[in-house]
């Protein structure tokens, strides 16, 4: 990729970030706190669709075989019900621990993936 692409990239992308730190900025300078989201719920929707995003990703040969679509459901179920179990119990869970399970959980899925879904090797 030519530097001048990159940098327009670069560019674009700075700019997605500051709107959309912006449009969150103004959301909680408008929005009374008692009509705001449930902030945990929506951390965890974000945190599943990166987790889930990369194995995705990952695995885009596996795609075409029903058993891969099988395994990566049981574990999008049991990754929902542990979080959402502990969502009721705590509350709320910080940011970091979010990080610290995102990295412990794509290694451990994309193990189960590579074991359960045919023996394919993951592309990243």
């Known amino acids: 990729m ?4 990159r940098t327009r990239d670069l560019i674009i992308e700075a700019v997605i970030a500051v709107i959309l730190v912006t449009a969150f900025i103004v ?7 008692d009509n705001r989201l449930n902030l945990g719920w929506v951390a965890l929707a974000v945190n599943t669709a990166i987790v889930f995003g990369f194995l995705i990703s990952w695995f ?4 075409k075989t029903a058993r891969y679509w099988v395994v990566l459901g049981m574990l999008l179920l049991c990754h929902s019900a542990a979080y959402i179990d ?6 709320h869970l910080p940011l970091i621990f979010y ?8 290694a451990l899925f994309s193990r189960i993936l590579w074991k359960y879904s045919g023996g394919r090797q993951p592309s990243a």
């Open 86 to 91: 502990a969502l009721h119990r705590v509350g």
């Open 99 to 106: 990080l610290l399970m995102n990295s412990a959980e794509l």
């Open 2 to 5: 030519s530097i001048l692409k």
């Open 60 to 63: 885009r040969q596996a795609w």
């Open 27 to 33: 959301y909680l300078l408008l929005v009374p706190k």
